[in-house]
C-alpha cells in the first residue's frame, strides 16, 4: 500500500517564504510524474506544478517566477519551495504522485493536505 505524507505548510507574512515536501512510503516500485496542487476556501483544486522523472517542470502562471518543484527520485520525494507569497497563494496544499507498484500498474495517490495560510 502506497501513502503520501506531506510537511511543512504553516503560516507565514505576504513576500515571506515556505517549503513543501512530500514523501511516499509503501510498496512503490517506479514513480512517475509528481505534483502539487492547491484547494482555496469555496473553490476548485487547481494545478500549482508538476514535474516528470527527468525533472522537466510546468507551472501554473499565478506562481511562475516564485515557486520551484523539485525532486528526489531516491528518496521518492517532491518539494515545492514557494517565496514571495501572497495572501492569495493560501489554501490546502496537496502533493500527488503517479507511482507503479510491484503488484499493479501506475496509479495516482494524493497526499493528507496540509494547509498554507499567508497573511499579515
Known amino acids: 500500500q502506497v501513502q503520501l505524507v506531506e510537511s511543512g505548510g504553516g503560516l507565514v507574512q505576504p513576500g515571506g517564504s515556505l517549503g513543501l515536501s512530500c514523501a511516499a512510503s509503501?510498496?512503490?516500485?517506479?514513480?512517475?510524474?509528481m505534483g502539487w496542487y492547491r484547494q482555496a476556501p469555496g473553490k476548485q483544486r487547481e494545478l500549482v506544478a508538476t514535474i516528470n522523472r527527468g525533472g522537466s517542470a510546468n507551472y501554473a502562471d499565478s506562481v511562475k517566477g516564485r515557486f520551484t518543484i523539485s525532486r528526489d527520485n531516491a528518496k521518492e520525494t517532491v518539494y515545492l519551495q514557494m517565496n514571495s507569497l501572497k495572501p492569495e497563494d493560501t489554501a490546502v496544499y496537496y502533493c500527488?504522485?503517479?507511482?507503479?507498484?510491484?503488484?499493479?500498474?501506475?496509479?495516482?495517490?494524493w497526499g493528507q493536505g496540509t494547509q498554507v495560510t499567508v497573511s499579515s
Open positions: 500527488k504522485q503517479t507511482i507503479a507498484t510491484i503488484s499493479s500498474g501506475p496509479a495516482e495517490y
Open positions: 509503501g510498496t512503490s516500485f517506479f514513480i512517475y510524474a
